[in-house]
């Protein structure tokens, strides 16, 4: 069943969620935008397409405290000092964004799972948001992602005008909109009606877009490894590499890279060789 809110009373909406669990929302500051905790003083923009950091980062901070060792004499005693993930909403997550958490969890909950990671996934309700106006450098068709009806996420909303639409797609996301269903109205045919034309809206600039027909099969499958081995590549990487600082800021950004965790994954896991590290 579709929902309704007027845009204007977000803010009412963002404070029932923040007065049982928390809710990070898209806020603008120096005019950018990243993923923040809801505040009443929060600059909050659900305009905003693009943050610094992707969503991934309340499921996968940059920095986090693993385990503690306290010394007493010649004994080291290891303490799990991690902080309990406690339930929380992420509000205005776009299509690309939450396509990546896919990837995101075939990394970290396959054997030997990340539990710091289970546990925020389990306890983090995604709300996801369509790109009423998808930028000329989006490429998300050629991954088979739909910037206009977003996937992956607990409850699905479309902008329309100056009207939020809003669709639990799970059951995480039905829990969430009964407790807010004081501040939601039912949408009508006519509603239903608007959010299609807002996807074939949505559509018809995604078809106009320079990237619509870029083509990765190049790189597929058992490709990959053999064309990024090409002459040709090796060349433009022994060029292109000398630009790079190696400041690492890149795996904060990326919505899908986990290259230090998943090294850890691998030296920690009981099938993984201690020779395999030497």
Do not use: H
């Amino acid at each position: 069943m579709m929902y309704k809110i007027a845009k204007d009373r977000l803010p009412e909406l963002y404070a029932a969620v923040a007065a049982v669990k928390d809710i990070y929302v898209p806020v603008e500051n120096a005019n950018q935008c990243l993923f923040e905790k809801w505040t009443p003083t929060s600059n909050v923009n659900i305009d905003c397409l693009k943050t610094v950091k992707s969503a991934k980062e309340v499921f996968f901070p940059q920095s986090e405290n693993l385990i503690s060792f306290k010394v007493t004499g010649k004994n080291i005693d290891i303490i799990e000092d991690r902080d309990p993930a406690a339930p929380f909403v992420i509000f205005g997550v776009r299509a690309c964004d939450a396509k990546s958490f896919e990837i995101l969890d075939n990394v970290f909950l396959s054997e030997p799972v990340d539990s710091f990671y289970k546990s925020r996934r389990e306890n983090g309700v995604i709300v996801t948001m369509a790109c009423n106006e998808p930028e000329e450098t989006c490429f998300c068709g050629a991954f088979g992602i739909n910037a206009a009806n977003p996937q992956g996420g607990d409850v699905t909303t479309w902008l329309a005008g100056d009207t939020l639409y809003w669709k639990a797609e799970t059951a995480k996301g039905e829990e969430l909109t009964k407790s807010i269903a004081n501040l939601l109205e039912s949408a009508g045919d006519s509603d239903e009606k608007k959010v299609e034309e807002t996807q074939a809206s949505i559509k018809a600039i995604l078809d106009k877009l320079p990237l619509k027909d870029l083509d990765l099969s190049y790189f597929s499958g058992e490709n990959l490894t053999t064309k990024l081995n090409d002459v040709f590549y090796v060349e433009q990487w022994d060029e292109l590499y000398k630009a790079c600082l190696a400041c690492g800021t890149c795996t904060f950004v990326c919505p899908t890279c986990q290259c230090s965790r998943t090294l850890l994954k691998r030296i920690f896991s009981p099938s993984y060789k201690r020779s395999n590290i030497d």
